[in-house]
């Protein structure tokens, strides 16, 4: 995905202000879930012009993201009622954990 120049004299890469900024939007697009093809996807089509699909992809992802975060909530509501039970009662009925 990136394809720096490199040095004539000694053949090191030389990352340009725009490798940087393609790298930086790499590393963002994998901290939010996507995977190395959905990236190279997504920076051709960003290469290309088309940021509306883009854009439409990363729509999804939000809501896909929003929807772990809405179960993970759920799930540590469900566990700090279960801690408040336990530490009310002492103890855990099947009763408490059927809720």
């Not at 996807?41 to 809501?63: F, P, W």
């Not at 975060?69 to 039970?85: H, S, T």
Request: aromatic letters at 6%.
């Amino acid at each position: 995905m990136l394809a720096p120049a490199r040095e004539s004299d000694n053949g090191y890469r030389s990352f340009s202000e725009s490798d940087a900024l393609r790298l930086q939007t790499i590393s963002a697009l994998r901290a939010v879930g996507f995977g190395l093809e959905q990236i190279k996807s997504m920076i051709d089509k960003l290469d290309r012009g088309d940021s509306a699909t883009v854009h439409h992809d990363l729509e999804l992802q939000r809501m896909a993201v929003a929807a772990k975060w809405v179960e993970g909530k759920y799930a540590i509501d469900m566990l700090d009622e279960l801690i408040g039970r336990l530490e009310a009662k002492g103890r855990l009925d099947a009763a408490d954990c059927s809720s």
